[in-house]
């Protein structure tokens, strides 16, 4: 098959900075906040959301599409399970 020059391929799997965000909003292994906001953050609107809610101290994790939703609902699942 020939591919575009100009195509651009997905990343596969979720970018580090998700990672941080998630580590940042759970906080320490032995508990869970009271709640954490997942924010699509792959268009302006969600990245303006998320920036608001930060600035008011609320837990916001952004998400850039499926894969990092799923990511990031995983890893809230399994610190729930742990506890």
Do not use: M
Not at 10 to 39: C, F, H, K, N, Y
Not at 55 to 72: C, F, N, S
């Amino acid at each position: 098959t020939h591919e575009s020059p100009h195509r651009v391929c997905p990343p596969q799997g979720p970018r580090r900075a998700l990672w941080d965000q998630l580590g940042g909003a759970l906080g320490p292994e032995t508990g869970l906040p009271e709640s954490i906001v997942l924010v699509n953050t792959g268009e302006w609107q969600g990245q303006w959301v998320s920036e608001l809610l930060q600035a008011q101290g609320v837990p916001v994790v952004g998400t850039v599409g499926a894969g990092e939703l799923q990511a990031a609902l995983g890893a809230i699942l399994t610190r729930i399970q742990r506890l």
